[in-house]
């Protein structure tokens, strides 16, 4: 007769409610965004209500924000960094002003941002260079070419009025740029968590040897990965070309911190690996409820730079892995007190 | 109202850092490097009705009373993160305590998009009225029309909006931008008297409307009043010093010193960076003609030891003060939608200052 025995290891001996509770909590990241947001909402609620009555505005400020990052989380998630997604947006912007045909201009400005994506990614992936550097190149190259495609001035579109219709609500008081950003945080959304090539970005950004071990096609992924932050950033591009009827070639000046942000205040780990759209979009959206609220209550500006770097600080430090890392220093620091004495 | 903001800010901060460590201890997630916000960098300063005793005070009092305090928000590119700015707001904010208006002053960095969000948060606000100091001009259209189709005046500061968009706004209150490089052209041509020269040509930051304005003033009126003097090359200073002595440096080993003569930057800031790089590069500053825009704190000692041939005065404060008072003209009926009120284009008065007038009294630096 035989019997059988089970054995429950780490996680999974913990048991009842509170226990799955706090296993599931575990495997996610997106734990102090998400608290971070709560206290955010109810706060501003109770100060500040104007900025849900008025929430096609919040909206569209957590869109600006939110819409370049969750790109950038594509390529987070591996562990890589991409610091050209706002010169792609400018330079995506002034390609589709100089066509004057708007669809060829659009069809070409993403054409920019998948091109620049796979150059990013050649790059990183095929010639080896770090994705600070070749991004940082990448950043300062696509600036350029934007001031001398636009002749170093703003480049308009030859109907202002598409553009201007382009920011009137769509569906209720929706605007379009709300609703794309939706739309690309579902599509990024499915393919990180749904499709196969999504979820082993995670592998990709955890252990990449073992990634290749394990069969994943690592190059293909970081070329897919860089084409998507291209991509959307160069739909930012479109999209703010479109809403303001002019493609600025400085524009995008303020996104590229913004979207790191949005990221890190998330719960994305930026060694890759860790993280979750969901959590850019909660991060995304923690900023601008915060952006729009601070503008209406007038907070002075080096107040709120104090406020955001503060909050990102805490953010970073309170990452368990931070905690833990601080804690091991102090014990090993108390124990060469200890020694030093008698030594 | 200027504590409750304090209060909105400390119990943000204080609710956010509590929650955030305690949901750090027990949460799993992971997080990741030191990373920094460029965030909104909005700046507010709160007025209040101060009392007044004289007669005409009195009566612009009667009409706050029946019409304010007024709610203005100030969309503005820069701040006290800047020179320019941070004299801009005191006699803006004085001014706006003097009328009774309240003022929101946000500021952009000169990112058009944000400017737009900021314009939409506004617009969302119902002020009674905003004043645009527009970032980049061609883009500024949509917050003109939102505004409109809201009832909310918009009066235009220190640098105007597109000849198409004018309509859309109550007026305008700044510096004539081509004029003034024009007029630091004016004063290039009178110094060259004739003679063949090569100058060098250090703008402001590219795609600025200022910077474009500027830029093509000073082109245009050169090749027409003195086609003597010759641009041989031209760069952005970016309104930086420490860039603009780099672009002139490079532009001089580009041309060769030997062919240059003269040196216009579009400000003083970026004059002083240039006339470094003359010099490092052995030139005689004082045989160059050098033209500029500003007469700042750092300008005009430069027009006094004669490194400076001639600049052109701009004054910060009565660009503030009389961005508040156009607003204000517009909320009280004073001036309507166009530019055909007489009151609605205030143009700063913009003096050429050179060794004979740099101690003068009125034109004396106010940044």
Redesign the interface.
């Known amino acids: 007769m035989s019997q059988t025995q089970t054995i429950s290891l780490g996680s999974a001996a913990q048991e009842g409610v509170w226990g799955r509770i706090r296993t599931v909590a575990s495997r996610r990241t997106e734990g102090r965004g998400l608290a971070l947001l709560a206290v955010i909402i109810i706060v501003v609620a109770l100060l500040e209500p104007l900025v849900f009555t008025a929430y096609q505005v919040t909206l569209g400020r957590i869109a600006l924000v939110g819409i370049v990052a969750l790109g950038l989380t594509a390529v987070i998630l591996m562990g890589e960094l991409d610091l050209s997604v706002a010169s792609t947006l400018a330079v995506s912007g002034v390609i589709m002003a100089s066509i004057p045909d708007l669809t060829l201009g659009i069809i070409a400005a993403l054409a920019t941002g998948l091109i620049v994506g796979m150059i990013n990614a050649f790059f990183v992936s095929v010639v080896g260079i770090n994705s600070f550097i070749a991004t940082l190149g990448m950043l300062f190259a696509l600036r350029g070419l934007a001031f001398v495609i636009s002749d170093e001035a703003p480049v308009s579109l030859t109907n202002k009025d598409v553009g201007i219709a382009f920011g009137q609500p769509l569906i209720g008081p929706l605007t379009p740029r709300i609703l794309i950003f939706v739309l690309v945080f579902i599509a990024i959304q499915v393919f990180v968590s749904r499709v196969k090539a999504g979820r082993e970005f995670f592998a990709v950004g955890g252990n990449r040897q073992a990634a290749r071990d394990a069969g994943i096609p690592v190059t293909r992924r970081i070329f897919t990965g860089f084409m998507i932050s291209g991509f959307v950033a160069s739909l930012a591009g479109v999209i703010n070309t479109l809403e303001r009827t002019t493609a600025d070639p400085t524009a995008g000046s303020t996104v590229l911190l913004a979207s790191f942000a949005a990221a890190i205040i998330g719960g994305n780990y930026l060694k890759g690996g860790r993280g979750s759209i969901v959590g850019t979009l909660i991060g995304a959206a923690a900023l601008g409820i915060l952006q729009v609220a601070l503008t209406l209550s007038g907070v002075q500006v080096p107040v709120q730079q104090i406020f955001i770097g503060v909050i990102l600080l805490v953010a970073v430090t309170t990452d368990p892995n931070s905690l833990r890392s601080v804690a091991g220093s102090l014990r090993t620091l108390r124990q060469g007190r200890a020694k030093s004495p008698g030594s | 109202m200027r504590k409750?903001?304090v209060?909105?800010?400390a119990?943000?901060?204080a609710?956010?850092?509590l929650?955030?460590?305690?949901?750090?201890?027990?949460?799993?997630?992971?997080?990741?490097?030191?990373?920094?916000?460029?965030?909104?960098?909005?700046?507010?300063?709160?007025e209040t009705v101060e009392e007044t005793d004289d007669g005409e005070a009195a009566e612009e009092e009667a009409v706050d009373t029946a019409d304010g305090p007024f709610e203005v928000y100030a969309l503005l590119p820069q701040?006290?993160?800047q020179p320019y700015g941070t004299t801009y707001l005191p006699p803006m904010e004085e001014t706006a305590a003097e009328l009774g208006i309240n003022l929101?002053?946000?500021?952009s960095?000169?990112?058009?998009?944000?400017q737009?969000?900021?314009c939409?948060?506004a617009?969302?606000?119902q002020p009674d009225g905003i004043i645009l100091w527009p970032a980049?001009?061609?883009?500024i259209?949509?917050c003109l029309?939102a505004a409109n189709n809201a009832g909310i005046p918009v009066w235009i500061t220190n640098a105007d909006v597109n000849p198409e968009d004018t309509d859309l706004t109550f007026g305008y209150s700044g510096t004539d931008s081509y004029g003034q490089g024009a007029a630091s052209a004016e004063m290039m041509c009178e110094f060259a008297d004739g003679a063949e020269i090569g100058v060098i040509q250090v703008n402001g930051?590219?795609?600025?409307s200022v910077a474009?304005l500027r830029g093509n003033g000073f082109k245009e009126t050169i090749a027409e009043l003195c086609p003597n003097v010759t641009i041989l090359a031209e760069q952005?200073g970016n309104w930086n010093k420490d860039e603009s002595q780099i672009a002139a440096s490079e532009m001089l080993t580009s041309v060769g010193p030997d062919n240059v003569q003269g040196i216009y930057a579009a400000d003083d800031t970026m004059v002083a960076g240039a006339i470094d790089a003359a010099a490092a590069q052995g030139l005689d500053v004082d045989g160059l003609i050098i033209t500029s825009i500003g007469n700042t704190f750092l300008g005009n000692p430069l027009v006094e030891s004669g490194d400076l041939d001639g600049t052109v005065f701009q004054s910060s404060s009565w660009d503030g003060e009389n961005a508040v008072r156009g607003i204000y003209a517009a909320m009280t009926g004073e001036t309507d939608l166009g530019r055909d009120d007489a009151g609605s284009v205030l143009y700063m008065p913009n003096p050429k200052v050179t060794a004979q007038n740099y101690d003068d009294p009125a034109v004396a630096p106010e940044w």
Do not use: H, Q, W
């Open positions: 409750s903001r209060t909105f800010a119990s943000m901060l609710a956010a850092a929650t955030l460590a305690a949901c750090g201890g027990s949460d799993d997630s992971s997080s990741a490097d030191a990373g920094s916000e460029d965030t909104a960098a909005e700046e507010t300063v709160e701040g006290n993160d929101t002053i946000t500021n960095e000169y990112d058009a998009d944000k737009a969000s900021e939409e948060v617009v969302a606000a980049v001009a061609d883009s259209r949509p029309e930051l590219t795609g600025n474009t952005p």
